[in-house]
């Protein structure tokens, strides 16, 4: 009878074995955890299509990133909900904005410590819902980067480290890192949507966020979901315009487009763990049909395996509690 000469199960046969030869690792600080704050609510209210995600007021907000940092969350994205929209999406760029307001609030709270992020787009702030102003029926470039570069500026007045642009205009990266270095604002990152594709996965965000267009979609902008080569050269471009990290949205149909992006690129890469992904774990659970601690587990480790060196996840909180629990789950 002849016996194997190598034997890959050795490094499989104890748990401090398989610890030693992993190749893949997640750390708490490398996920990033989006969150909601809407304007003129006396409490949080839960997103129904979110389990266990809420738009927040300012206090619960700043209960919910206390609650983070003690598990080592390492950053936090703020979305916010505005009282009132316009054409414009003025409030977008007022001082006394929503999430102008959340971010100084948490840096009165918690100082320089936490990361603090500010999405930057339109779509939560129009009438209409569209990531930019309107002419006639078209989302109109140029004029949109105009109104970027304001709200860039504002969100770093309020202590915003990062500006992430998500609107996928061309040129945008470029246009708010004159902005924010015309201003004096020299050492604020951009963390660049690079590749955002028009995706069925966002259907829970747009409850959550109130950000459905009230006409038309987004696939004259966002990009299709059958093309790589775009992604690589949408992120290759906003690298040259200054973008600090690079951004594929959503995840998990995407993990060929991470690595890709990874592979040509020399800045970080992120990926975003989007809101459908999110609601088909959390449904799945709820009804007994997967283990939701393995999938998860799963899940951030593919995403990081693509090659994605960050990860905004809704589940940034409960994974980073249960990170140093991990080997007990396989």
């Known amino acids: 009878m ?18 030693l030869s992993r190749e893949t690792q997640i750390a708490p600080q490398d996920l990033i955890y989006p969150l909601f ?27 919910e990133v206390e609650a983070a940092i003690r598990v080592g969350v390492g950053g936090f994205v703020l979305f916010g909900i505005p009282e009132q929209k316009d054409a414009q999406g003025s409030a977008a760029w007022a001082d006394d904005g929503i999430v102008q307001r959340a971010l100084r609030q948490l840096r009165d709270a918690f100082g320089a410590d936490p990361l603090l992020a500010a999405d930057l787009c339109l779509c939560e702030y129009t009438d209409h819902g569209h990531c930019g102003v309107l002419q006639g029926d078209i989302v109109a470039n140029d004029p949109t980067l105009e109104i970027y570069q304001r709200i860039a500026v504002s969100q770093a007045a309020a202590g915003a480290d ?76 906003d690298v040259a315009e200054g973008a600090d990290i690079v ?8 993990l060929d487009v991470i690595r890709a992006v990874a592979q040509a690129t020399d800045v970080p890469v992120a990926a975003y763990n989007v809101s459908g ?13 997967i283990d939701e601690r393995r999938v998860l587990r799963e899940i951030l480790l593919g995403i990081r395996r693509a090659g994605a060196q960050m990860i905004l996840t809704y589940h940034a909180k409960e994974a980073a509690a249960d990170i140093p629990c991990w080997d007990e789950i396989g």
Do not use: C
């Open 247 to 254: 951004m594929v949205k959503p995840a998990l149909a995407f």
């Open 162 to 237: 990062v500006i992430a642009p998500s609107g996928m205009m061309d040129g945008q990266v470029g246009a708010i890192r004159a902005a924010l270095d015309g201003a004096g604002y020299t050492d604020r990152a951009i963390l660049a949507y690079a590749a955002k594709y028009a995706s069925a996965f966002y259907g829970p965000f747009r409850e959550a966020a109130g950000s459905a267009p009230r006409f038309g979609d987004r696939r004259g902008y966002q990009m299709d979901s059958a093309n790589v080569r775009e992604a690589v050269r949408e992120a290759r471009l």
């Open 277 to 289: 992904e999110y609601a088909m774990v959390k449904a799945a659970a709820a009804n007994g049909w």
């Open 37 to 63: 704050v809407r304007d003129a609510i006396d409490e949080p209210r839960p997103i129904e299509a979110m389990p266990g995600q809420q738009q927040h007021t300012l206090d619960s907000l700043t209960r």
């Open 2 to 19: 002849s016996f194997p000469t190598e034997r890959p199960r050795r490094l499989r046969s104890r748990p401090a074995l398989r610890r």
